[in-house]
């Protein structure tokens, strides 16, 4: 079987993994591999894909409803200043 | 002989009352962070409903473009991660924009036919402030959410000159319509330029793209 | 005990007067102090606020699951990335069991962001079986499972994406009913895979599921997936099954991994069917199987997107780092835990160009077949008949990954289904019934007929 790339997925996924967590989680993801090669390796079946259930087209009036306060909207920042979320400087 | 090659990918900003996905009101520069919700700001548990007048003015703009429009168009979501996007997605429509396959005429030493490919519904990301003298970068999430169209034209132009004319022609359509006030400084007209250079007969040269442009002066 | 007791905002003098001796509210509290190791709560209030409502639910204690929204209470969703969050807003289905004069009392333990069926895997500490200490509650509604069944609270709100209600409510012996996709709002439901996530009760009775089901559902303007359709749960609970056509599935009950007191103790049920009126009839469903591949490719797939926003940027646990990717890649990588990260990476893999075709869009191809499958067999059945979990519960160190096995389905096809407990001498099992789309009211109903002949039976 192909090996996997854990480390592009992890980098997709944004998460900082130790070497030891990253050689686990491979094997992790090769026990999943089989287990969902019922599907995997299937025939597929002959319907087209189904991303959600049917459901109605929601649509709502354009009419504002109150919004947070600052306050309220930074109420778990874990780093704020001047009204706004604080972090290191992103670069462009 | 040479020939410039270019497409647009235009973003508008509508002037609607409210956002894309939540009932916040849809200013510009307000107080940083007082324009939010559970939804623009991506807390757990929050969703999505589509502003119906989005679709209006979408269609709307459809239609005077020449754009067909999709009997059931769906949204998507693009993922990444960047410190202006709370949810770590951006609601835009990719496998079924609303309209498609549109043309219009601009004038500029001559006539042409530009074809648009497609115009989206997507939504805008925050605003990000970076410190000159620190480390550090501030986040104002009041315009999440905000609704764009994203218009997407074929490579149908060849001077810049007929790329003024476009957006000149696209900037009256939308004040006309009540679409958008298109205020490039504010924002709420934003283009990104694909550009290529080929012999006139040969294939299209190496695309180069420039994005988020200022002004119309950067544009041309 | 209440060791995470982050305590809500001190109640205004005006709300201390407004808050009331109540004794069921009493009786729940000393429950939840008697059962303090069982590992249910995450948090509980000890001030009840007075609420005005008149409904089926005026005063019942509701605990609710902590991946849904309740305000000034904390959310965790069991995950460290979570450690310190306090909500802002109720999520509706808190909004109206309040409007109906229910009481929150608390926040309920769960499997971390719902991923995982044995109820080992909060971040904070493990639900424990209160039949036996050394096995598994099930999850993820762990907590709302034992909570109900240790009395310290009247029903508890639990959410189900592969059967997160219904195995816990059979592993410890009380009801767990998963309503149909779009019967109740989502909006306060932290996201683990939204076309799959369902909010859903727990309670001793099908009456009282019924009668909360009644509240929280309907047509929401902030979830626009929910049906304007009204349910109609406690009008219809006393309809019975009498001419009704329930259909037992014979690769359930004979399956291999079904355990043999669980096939002799559901398949006893059909006599009582047929007592209680109902046309008993048996046939295969063939899906099962590969329904788990679906499941965990999709819930997957999903959740790498809806968990993103869990960066440690705009709320939750941060560490720190020079760089935003830095801040982005630690927050991650220690606020979340491995089976989180097992279900995100696999779900990145499943959208990966190597296995776009092959794993997403083909289990999404075969999650339609599996619909036109039930479709067939509603087409000549009422309802449908499995155990809900193969076994009694498992041991603490057995693996629960094919506890969901038979309640993935209701889940891919939005159907409602329940779980109602069986009356036996030993380790509780559950008897899962799925109905139509919306049908809803039949599948209480026939819980509730299930539930009373039980209560008449000899285990």
């Known amino acids: 079987m192909k090996s996997i790339d854990i480390e592009r997925l992890a980098e997709r996924m944004s998460l900082s993994l130790e070497k030891n967590e990253a050689k686990e989680l491979c094997k992790d993801l090769a026990e999943m591999l089989a287990l969902c090669g019922p599907v995997l390796e299937g025939t597929p079946a002959p319907f087209e894909p189904l991303f959600a259930l049917p459901c109605p087209t929601a649509l709502r009036e354009d009419t504002e409803k109150p919004s947070f306060s600052t306050d309220e909207a930074l109420l778990n920042a874990p780093q704020k200043k001047d009204g706004m979320i604080r972090v290191p400087k992103t670069v462009e | 002989m040479l020939e410039t090659v270019i497409g647009l990918e235009v973003h508008i900003e509508l002037n609607t009352k409210t956002k894309a996905f939540c009932s916040c009101r849809n200013e510009f520069a307000a107080v940083p962070n007082s324009l939010c919700c559970p939804t623009c700001m991506g807390l757990p548990g929050a969703l999505p409903v589509l502003n119906a007048e989005v679709v209006k003015k979408a269609v709307t703009l459809g239609l005077l473009l020449g754009c067909k429009i999709r009997r059931t168009s769906t949204f998507d979501r693009k993922n990444y991660f960047y410190p202006d996007l709370p949810k770590a997605y951006q609601i835009t429509q990719f496998y079924s924009p609303v309209c498609f396959d549109g043309e219009t005429v601009i004038t500029a030493d001559k006539e042409r036919t530009v074809r648009i490919k497609e115009i989206h519904i997507e939504e805008d990301a925050g605003k990000l402030i970076h410190s000159e003298t620190e480390n550090e970068t501030l986040i104002d999430y009041n315009r999440c959410g905000v609704p764009l169209l994203e218009i997407v034209t074929e490579p149908d132009f060849r001077t810049a000159k007929e790329v003024t004319a476009f957006l000149e022609k696209l900037r009256g359509i939308c004040l006309f319509s009540d679409i958008s006030d298109c205020k490039m400084q504010e924002g709420s007209l934003r283009v990104d330029v694909n550009l290529s250079v080929h012999e006139k007969g040969e294939p299209f040269g190496t695309r180069t793209e420039m994005k988020n442009l200022k002004d119309r002066k950067s544009v041309v | 005990m209440n060791e995470f007791e982050k305590t809500a905002p001190a109640l205004t003098d005006k709300e201390n007067e407004a808050s009331e001796k109540n004794e069921i509210f009493d009786k729940c509290l000393a429950s939840t102090k008697a059962h303090c190791n069982s590992g249910a709560y995450l948090y509980y209030t000890e001030k009840p606020r007075k609420t005005d409502g008149k409904s089926a639910v005026s005063g019942d204690i509701i605990g609710v699951k902590d991946n849904i929204s309740v305000k000034d209470m904390p959310l965790t969703c069991g995950s460290k990335i979570l450690d310190g969050y306090m909500a802002s807003y109720d999520a509706t289905a808190v909004k109206r069991l309040k409007e109906a004069g229910a009481v929150i009392f608390g926040k309920l333990n769960l ?38 069944c240790n009395g310290s609270v009247t029903a508890a709100l639990g959410t189900d994406t592969g059967g997160s209600i219904r195995v816990p409510a059979a592993l410890c012996g009380v009801v767990g009913f998963k309503p149909s996709y779009g019967a109740v709002s989502r909006y306060g439901l932290t996201a683990h895979a939204s076309s799959l996530d369902t909010v859903g009760v727990l309670a001793k009775s099908v009456e009282k599921c019924a009668a909360v089901t009644d509240v929280i559902s309907g047509k929401d303007e902030l979830d626009g997936t929910t049906a304007d359709i009204a349910l109609h749960c406690l009008k219809n609970l006393k309809n019975g099954i009498a001419g009704k056509k329930v259909c037992f599935l014979k690769d359930a009950t004979n399956c291999d991994f079904v355990s043999d007191e669980v096939r002799s103790r559901v398949l006893s049920t059909c006599s009582v069917f047929e007592k209680l009126g109902a046309e008993v009839f048996f046939d295969t ?47 991650r990588a220690n606020g979340l835990g491995k ?121």
């Open chain 3, 111 to 148: 499997d971390e962001f719902a991923m995982g069926s044995s109820g080992l895997l909060s971040a904070y500490k493990p639900v424990k079986n209160p039949f036996c200490e050394d096995r598994m509650s099930g999850g993820s509604s762990s907590g709302s499972a034992v909570a109900v």
């Open chain 3, 285 to 331: 469903f063939g899906e099962f199987r590969k329904c788990v591949a679906d499941y965990y490719i999709i819930a997957s797939a999903e959740a790498s997107s809806c968990l993103a926003r869990f960066d440690g940027i705009k709320y939750g646990h941060r560490e720190n780092g020079q760089t935003v990717d830095e801040v982005y890649g630690n927050s």
């Open chain 3, 339 to 459: 089976e989180v990260k097992r279900r995100v990476l696999f779900g990145s893999l499943m959208l990966s160009e190597e296995y776009y075709e092959k794993g997403f869009i083909n289990a999404a191809r075969h999650r339609r077949a599996v619909i036109d499958k039930l479709n067939g067999l509603f087409s000549k059945y009422d309802l449908l008949i499995t155990p809900t979990v193969p076994t009694v519960a498992p041991k603490t160190s057995d693996s629960a990954r094919m506890l969901d096995i038979f309640t993935y389905p209701a889940n891919l096809a939005g159907l409602p289904a329940i779980s109602v407990p069986l009356k036996v001498k030993g380790l509780p099992i559950g008897l899962q019934l799925l109905g139509r789309r919306f049908a809803d009211s039949e599948v209480l109903s026939a819980g509730e007929a299930i539930e009373k002949a039980e209560v008449n039976t000899d285990a």
